[in-house]
């Protein structure tokens, strides 16, 4: 049971150049979630999906564009990075919106 | 903008003691939750408390919820050096899916 897979882990962008990050879950779970963690606070929601076929901006969505791909899947796309968005992300996911999430391990991502 | 605000920011204590430590919030919740984050990991979620509950247990984890004052507290007992990590409560809002998180306790101990 593999619970939320983040690929790649570790990324380095140039300016300007642009990623998808992509994170899967075999919970069967409904929602999924992406977050970016930066030192010295707390998570910050950058999209979500509440079900399939639904997504929606979260705190700090600029910069940033999400895919619901199917229940399993959920990506984050950057199309043209910026320095402003070194950060780790993290994708989780739970059964409902208002239960404990699933967090997979992390995207480290660097942008020079 | 922050809902959730742990305190203290830091903690460091002996192995064997009691940990605890503090979560504030601002506005009305439906449940508020805790996890734990071990260095360069994800995070885990330790335990879930709904607005109508005071009280919830988990192994060696007890979480207590005031709504009256809007603060939660973590209490860790007989802590271990596995416990080292930190520490987020999260809160929901009303009609909201998004979990609002504090910046977090990190806990260090000592053997």
């Known amino acids: 049971n593999a619970g939320v897979t983040q690929t790649p882990k570790f990324q380095v962008l140039k300016t300007g150049q642009s990623m998808t990050l992509q994170c899967a879950q075999d919970m069967n779970h409904n929602s999924m979630y992406w977050y970016r963690q930066d030192p010295g606070m707390g998570l910050r929601l950058i999209y979500y999906?509440?079900?399939?076929?639904?997504?929606d901006k979260g705190e700090v969505p600029n910069g940033y564009n999400v895919s619901r791909l199917n229940k399993r899947e959920f990506s984050l796309r950057l199309e043209s990075a910026a320095p402003s968005q070194t950060s780790v992300y993290f994708c989780a996911s739970s059964e409902s919106t208002s239960g404990g999430y699933t967090f997979g391990s992390g995207t480290r991502l660097t942008v020079v | 903008s922050q809902q959730g605000e742990e305190d203290p920011q830091a903690l460091s204590i002996q192995e064997g003691e009691n940990a605890t430590m503090n979560c504030s919030y601002k506005t009305s919740i439906n449940n508020l939750q805790w996890y734990r984050q071990n260095s360069g990991r994800g995070l885990v979620h330790l335990i879930l408390i709904r607005s109508n509950e005071r009280e919830k247990h988990s192994g060696r984890l007890r979480v207590t919820l005031d709504t009256s004052k809007k603060s939660s507290s973590l209490l860790i007992t007989a802590s271990r050096a596995a416990d080292t990590a930190s520490y987020f409560c999260a809160t929901d809002r009303d009609s909201n899916y998004q979990l609002i998180w504090g910046a977090g306790t990190k806990l260090i101990i000592k053997p």
């Open positions: 999906s509440a079900s399939e076929g639904t997504t």
